[in-house]
């Protein structure tokens, strides 16, 4: 089902049972896989790849224990030429994926993100709202790239990597920071991040380290709780 | 596909290439989104909102290496009144959503599990068979949610967190048992909860710690072996 | 929609939406669920299910900035008797999924892969390419299986293991070398395995540990680094 008010590009090729909604824009030399949902207002550019199965442009929703609710008037979901988006994925309104973006299977974006040029979202990662993604990042299968966050240019974060954005763990309204990666840090599988820790430019985080503290430029961190290795 | 014999309420909103098995019942002002399947017998209350790409009531299925067997006469999937359930989720039968539950996209819930009133499993996390959680409880994304677990209300899981009941690892047919997560009891982001553990009320896990022993109630541990903060 | 050039065998059951592509085989028992997607040369063998909204036989993509790329000739997707595949899955072109297999929902398989004869790959599991896992081997729910592994037959993976196969996390064109995991050995969950270490027979890595270096034969190792337990 295509909506009339679609407007698309030349040369896009569909796939079965696929949804396009009212107002979206898609460029030419798009590829839509079987049974891929494009919301309303979606906004596509030239030579995108849509795996099967993919929702584009999800508006938010929560339930009354969550503490942000949905925004009023997100903005819609942009994404820029030869970006490629993988099966079973979940892409949120409000995102902007830059030029040559790189995003997995089962792999879901929420509202208020920018994922910079020719970065890699991997399969299975799931990255929260409000957070800010630099270009020829590497976000690994598995990562959870919490709310709040900002990730520099050029970081390497391994498998599965675990970040978190609330120290007092729902107790209440308190100001909500997830880490900052700087340029070119590196991060190795499973880490765990805690709430507003800083990994400073090309520091090294060791896979399985628990980082408590900021971790200074240049230096590498491991272990439970992480400790600079001298 | 809608089965002749379902039976569906005022203000019910479908999605396209929507499939309803036999014998369903969706009660009033229900969204349902594109491409959802909603296998037999399921059972939908008011205000029910379903996100795209989701399969609602699946049955049990094994292999020959697994221990539990599907059981022959699961009880239906019932969802109870202003629940939310996200885009490309599995949910099982025999599952019970109570009112206002949340559930995140990218979700899996298997069969004899509970969901208390007003409680959030957030996208990506994956809740076992067997287990029940409380009211008011956050899961939060990524987590792992064993089977034969009992979460009580208002506990508070953060990212990531992982759970075991099987101290033998397959080595035979000891009996599981998850942890026991006491009322208000708070889990730090990428925490690893042993099998039986129990984690007292009010106590907190720090992040990334490792918890082999139970937690004191009103305790706080960290750290791999966990052990208690003085 | 099937493309007439399919290959159907006998008491063949297809749900709705079903998208069959060309040159696809299917044996004989075979039931597969409503939304799947089956693309092109994929071959399956007698008594095979697959759940809802599945994708089977995806080719590779990539972007500029990944290192491995898409081969050209990749072989099909090969599903042998009696394997069952869950809801939501994706599995790549170029795998080889042996009799008995069980494969959750939620989860991945990459190019180049073989799975041994009734071995699992639980829900959520993502498995990179190039890895070989042996037969009536267990991988439960979560794990993060890396590119170039080696799983030995009998060997039980715990929920929300993470393996990593890049040393130096994505600083240039080094060799590649996952973990190799030895026979008959159990791995808790949670844990995190560096790349290349080598995991002995029968040897025990406790939950939450992070492995460094190899672990010698029917030896248990625990902590952040491993150390073995006396």
Chains 1, 2, 3 share one sequence.
Not at 120 to 127: D, K, L, M, P, T
């Amino acid at each position: 089902m295509i909506h009339a008010s679609a407007q698309i590009g030349h040369n896009v090729t569909f796939g079965e049972n696929v949804v396009i909604e009212e107002n979206v824009v898609i460029g030419n030399n798009v590829t839509i896989g079987h049974n891929v949902i494009i919301k309303k207002d979606t906004r596509i550019g030239d030579f995108v790849q849509i795996g099967e199965l993919t929702v584009l442009g999800k508006p938010t929703s929560s339930n009354k224990k969550m503490a942000r609710k949905p925004g009023k008037t997100l903005d819609p979901l942009v994404i820029a030429d030869h970006v490629t988006i993988g099966c079973n994925s979940v892409i949120y309104r409000h995102v902007k994926l830059e030029s040559g973006v790189f995003v997995g299977d089962l792999t879901s974006i929420r509202e208020k993100v920018t994922v910079g040029e020719d970065s890699i979202v991997g399969r299975n990662a799931i990255v929260e709202t409000n957070t800010r993604i630099g270009k020829r990042v590497t976000i690994q299968t598995g990562c959870y790239i919490t709310a709040d966050m900002i990730i520099e240019d050029e970081v390497f974060i391994g498998p599965c990597v675990s970040s978190s954005n609330d120290k007092y763990m729902g107790m209440g309204n308190f100001k909500h920071q997830g880490p900052v990666i700087k340029r070119g840090a590196k991060i190795g599988n499973n880490a765990t991040l805690l709430p507003a820790v800083t990994i400073g430019e090309n520091a090294i985080v060791g896979a399985g380290s628990v980082i408590t503290k900021d971790v200074p430029a240049n230096k590498t961190v491991v272990g439970n709780p992480g400790r600079i290795k001298e």
